[in-house]
């Protein structure tokens, strides 16, 4: 399968690790829509938020003030023109969390989020071999956010600089949402994902 590389547009200075990693956001989004088409039903118990966003780059949280400084952020390719897909990385300034990686990727209805999700989050455990390099192997971890549906990954072995690589895929109404942690302290990077898991689902449109 093809796997796209979009050009980000930078926000300054030099790029992080993360902005190396391959944009595999599309390439698990394809993976789920070849996979299920269709599906019933969103979630009825759900309600409109007030500040719900309207696009997909609305939904990547401003995480300024909680130590990190946006390095690259970028529209990608949808698949479908009622699809909006948006990527966001940010590094960390603070010991714990070296960076974020933020793919949203709005659908325009819940039952459409809901049919893809299970592939793109089975898609995520066995992800390409460039994403994280040569040999990496992901083992099933735990979600740190109570979401519409949650799974979560983590790289079975630390790098050369103690990090690991902790993949978050999340339904939140009408969103697919994967964020990547990239750490060496478990309880800074869990409070990480929490809060940008938190602040995305605020505001995500059912």
């Known amino acids: 399968m093809h796997q796209y590389r979009p050009a980000f547009a930078r926000a ?3 790029g992080h690790r993360a902005v190396r990693l391959a944009a595999a956001g599309l390439l698990l989004i394809a993976a789920g829509a070849a996979a299920a088409c269709g599906g019933k039903g969103g979630d009825s118990t759900a309600s409109p938020t007030a500040a719900a966003a309207a696009t997909a780059a609305d939904l990547v949280p401003d995480l300024s003030g909680e130590g990190f400084r946006l390095e690259a952020s970028g ?10 897909a948006f990527i966001a990385i940010f590094a960390g300034s603070k010991p714990g969390v070296s960076s974020v990686r933020i793919e949203v990727n709005l659908l325009p209805a819940a039952d459409a989020a809901k049919a893809q999700f299970a592939a793109i989050a089975d898609a995520l455990r066995n992800p390409p071999p460039d994403l994280f390099g040569p040999g990496t192997v992901q083992t099933d ?4 956010y109570e979401a519409d549906e949650a799974r979560s990954y983590v790289t079975a072995k630390p790098d050369a600089q103690g990090n690991l690589v902790y993949s978050d895929a999340y339904r939140m109404g009408r969103a697919i949402v994967i964020v990547y942690t990239l750490g060496n302290d ?3 990077a869990k409070a990480a994902r929490e809060l940008v898991a938190k602040e995305i689902d605020r505001r995500a449109p059912r």
């Open 186 to 188: 478990p309880a800074a």
């Open 75 to 84: 529209k990608l390719p949808a698949l479908t023109p009622e699809q909006d």
């Open 141 to 144: 971890g735990q979600p740190v």
């Open 12 to 14: 300054g200075g030099r």
